[in-house]
């Protein structure tokens, strides 16, 4: 008896174990509802008019605008941009900033120096000689001149210096024509120079300044009498 009753309650225990394992197991299927709103479509875009001069890249097609103007097509290059000569845009920078001062001829002379030969006149005199001195009557940069008489050369190369200096010339009858060339213009500027002309008696024949560019002359005229 005890035994029978110990099988029963072993079997009923394993039938209550699959019973709940089942119920376990078992899920619910919740239906889908479907939703009474309408799908939503895209909208088709239609153009008023037909777009011209479309290009196409691959499947794309691309308007090309219409501005009326062509670009010019730029040239690719490995090394970049293309740049022009530097001392033409450093001329052209110099140009535009003298037209901006709005110098005058005087001022542009003075800073420059004078592109045309001077004539400081002509003067009449008795005098066996001439003591000509002349020096940098500005800033000493290194101004150099040669002095002609009568187109012969007499003084080859001088240094313009802060003093005077000179030479003695004898004059013959008639015209002595004294031309002061300027062979450079120094470092800051123009060829500029102060001379004086004296005779044997010590009385000043003439004196004068100049400004002037390379290879421009200054010119005085003794006439002997």
Known sequence: MKLFLS???FFTSILLLNAQLDSQNKSTAIPAVESKKETATT???TPSKPI???RTFGTLNVP???TGVELPKKEFSLFGEKFGNPGELYTKQLNDQLADTKLTPAEVEARNGSTTDQYFGDFKSKAKFVNIAYRDHGYVDGDLIQVLVNDDVVQ???FLNGGFSGFKLDLQKGFNKIDFLALNQGESGPN???FRV????GNLVS?????LATGVKATIIIVKE
Do not use: C, G, H, Y
Request: charged residues 25%; aromatic residues 12%.
């Open 43 to 45: 909208p088709t875009i």
């Open 207 to 211: 004196a004068n300044r100049w400004n």
């Open 192 to 194: 500029t120079a102060e």
């Open 7 to 9: 099988f029963f309650i």
């Open 64 to 66: 090309k605008l219409s």
């Open 52 to 54: 011209e001069n479309n």
């Open 198 to 201: 004296v005779d044997d008696m």
């Open 156 to 158: 080859a190369r001088v």
